[in-house]
Nanobody, 120 residues
Framework: QVQLVESGGGLAQAGGSLSLSCAAS????????MAWYRQPPGNERELVAR???????SYADSVKGRFTISRDNAKNTAYLEMNSLKPEDTCVYYC??????????????WGPGTQVSISS
């Protein structure tokens, strides 16, 4: 069974930095794209950053230049380095992975979420 385990997050001051990681475990054929989403209270979940298996990245306009997504394919892990944090970055952050199983079916998997809180 595939699982995504998130770590990192917590509390930081505005202007500070935090790091998140997301490790995929279980048996599968291939780990495709990985991404971080966040869900502000009362709003829909929004894409923060995405990285393809080949390392191509994309970002929400609100985090460009501040956040960096990366991955280690050998460890089946994605990372999100968050710098110059703002109070409006306060959210639950979710990791999403697109995984191909041994039947060659692609599915989305989500982590349980990790809280990031930024104080002003």
């Amino acid at each position: 069974q595939v699982q995504l385990v998130e770590s990192g997050g917590g509390l930081a001051q505005a202007g500070g930095s935090l790091s998140l990681s997301c490790a995929a475990s279980g048996s599968f054929f291939r780990l495709n794209s990985m991404a971080w989403y966040r869900q502000p209270p009362g709003n829909e979940r929004e894409l923060v950053a995405r990285v393809t298996r080949g390392g191509d990245t994309s970002y929400a306009d609100s985090v460009k230049g501040r956040f960096t997504i990366s991955r280690d394919n050998a460890k089946n892990t994605a990372y999100l380095e968050m710098n110059s944090l703002k109070p409006e970055d306060t959210c639950v952050y979710y990791c999403k992975a697109v995984i191909t199983d041994w039947n060659m079916r692609m599915s989305d998997y989500w982590g349980p979420g990790t809280q990031v809180s930024i104080s002003s």
